[in-house]
């Protein structure tokens, strides 16, 4: 295997097709949004991205057959003039510094080879609070590309988030600006302590706006309630108690 | 010296062989098993294979000479008409993501120069308390794979282990089934606390039925009762005191 | 992405241009000398160098538009007979070992490419105690560079830093020397705990004297005097209890 | 600079050369000791290895000058018919697992380029509490080099060291075995607390008989004296305390 190795499921035409990145990050805000969209809408597996920055892992499905960790392309037919959809979904990022920038050039090469001019980066801003209103911040690779965002409630906020963007998501604007794509992040506001499916549903509000397209979002307010209730209880447990729970206790409850 | 490196030692024909992977891991059940197979059988080393990967370290033996750390392949012609084994066994992992799938990849690459097309990758799988009755966990490239072993008791569970397998065994798996071998790892469930002679049986009994070879346990039960011992005082302590002994204190101990 | 991508955004003509390099680095003396000659004299974006060492990471400009992390040249056209700068600022240093090697194999080449053959490394030597006195440390790739130095009150002093010099300022010195070319390392004194712009000023009024170039500090000087607020709290905190603060809790407040 | 450069310095005859390693490690024995030889017999320069895999880091020397870090081969002529020495010192191992197998490669080729066909690699071996008896115990790449070594009271012990060998001088071993070269790693015992100047005396004193050269060892038995007291003061503690020194706090105090 190459440090890089990707398969070819399937080449379907797309047209004027945006990609759509959701990896794990700040609340899974940029996976669960990501993931929601393939259980909503009728997707394709298209590529599967093999690296060795990944972890040395295999996953074990509800057969006790093992895949290798990848990240996974699927294809999105969209109705109408929508444009199509390649959604990026998958576990993990990359392990080293140079293994984001080697991933991240071959998530750009592969989006190219289906002729992607615009992406989406989906992820979550930790407020370090819990959310009362779910606000979702932006940051673009050109200014032309903020009006239309902003149209749709997306905040442009100077100099933030303040620490960057890191991550594939960061480089899907830092790189994809270099190669000539259009790209936006899309960030959730969340606590940064627990999963976020408010958050996500926050971010694919203004996607489907931007898009055109339509996506419901039963399962994910359903999750949304499930995790209302763990914050309820920590709020509880805020008020009865000084000490409240540790980053490390609450990162990621869900 | 390269990345990897392989000495090839004696080039034996071998009838069907089969690969079967047991470097350590959790409470090293897969080192065990495969250590006892070349104890209790006659073998010839065919390969040493020599990784940047590996800790930079020699091994000292009984005369004071040193040897450099490496993986070591062992050939086990078997009689009658089970399949021949080739046995790899060594003291380490790779440091890395990347060099656990180069280590892996060169594990493959050696395997098929035997014409390898089966392999068994063994293993731990942990239950974090002490284990009473050692059930053998499956996983498989190829549900068809599922039915013999299903037939010798090897469990199938939906999602499990739930985080996947990881390291050279995982990769097995991963590598193997894109590369069209035949895999399957056998998990021997253990505390994850102790060093696992009992759990090491179990999983050579699978063996043993599978690929009709014949194995005494002797000195492997010697040291399960040993380990008993210990894992007594250990049950002892936890019945004194409220506070049991930390993970830490108790890993690997043997 | 290669490894190190080097983009050209200009080439003004220099006239016996010297490099100032002013990484991040110990209480970020060397990066607030090098901004600050940048806030002050009129310059000009030369290079942007990006290297996969650097945190995969976007920095988010007033706009909300993305930029790539990368380290910068600018030209600085000086009047008279001054020499020209070639003033290298950024956010970061290299991940690893050998990461830092490469960068500053890079950061040599662009600058031959503008026909550098002197260099200054600007930074800061811990003293671990509040300084009363801003002496600046000197070291060098040749003695002969030190007689002017020494000329403008840089001490130098047997075997200090006793450490020796790290990062990218210590390679300038270690890998130019190599190259042939003359680099001066300054140090300015500095607790190590906190942000340093009295420092920086005592490193940039020996680059007035050596360069003959003329800089305002009244900036500088501000930002001096809030630190100076900071700093006395500490001493008050210091005075009020017997347990200091940590280096941790110290470290680079401002 | 490539991940290895060698600068050469100069090349003079040498008659039968042995390598003699003295690296950073357990003790800083082996350092000592190369560096004692050093001190007491004329040599002369002939090789500076560089290494990306070493700190990035230069050195100040009494002038104020610059030097990048970096291992040294000097060249020991010696009188009669004692073999010359080539002595290899530095302040760095590498950084990584593949590091040391790089750096490894190139000093056995460096090695091999002055017809050495014997090394010896020097360093400590711990035994945890303060040692009263300076043995040195021995591990080689070929039984038959033990005879020698044993006449002049050098230990070899079946496994021992339990751990193996690590680092330069485990490589040294692994390695050089491999490229046939005949290398015997003296270990002298140490608590592994302190510089220990006495146990590189007595690595010393079997490289001169086996060797037969001579050393005076006036200088390190001063600087053995200082750390007796240091050590003496321990003692001292220990017996005032039921609480002893952490590891980490005796480690390598000198």
Redo the contacts between chains.
Sequence with gaps: ?D?IDIERVADPELTDPVLIEGLPGVGHVGKLAAEHILEELDSELVRRLYA??????????????????CAEFHAVHTPDDAPDLLVLTGDHQ?????????L??AILTIAESFDVERAFALGGVPTGELVEEYTVL??????AL?ESLEAVDVE??????AG?????S??L???G??RGLD?A?LMGETSGYLVDPKSAQAVLEVLQSVLSIEVDFGSLEERAEEMEEVAGKIREMQSQQTQIPSDDELRYIG
Tied chains: 1, 2, 3, 4.
């Excluded at 920055?53 to 960790?69: C, K, R, Y």
């Excluded at 960057?164 to 594939?168: F, P």
């Design positions: 295997m440090a060795e920055e990944f972890p040395p892992q295999v996953t074990i499905d509800d057969e006790g057959v093992a895949s290798l960790t990359a392990a080293t510094n140079a293994g984001h920038y080697t991240t050039d932006g940051a673009v690779t050109d200014a903020k442009f906020r100077a100099d933030e988030p960057g963007i890191v991550g594939v960061g480089l604007l830092g790189l600006k270099r790209v992040c």
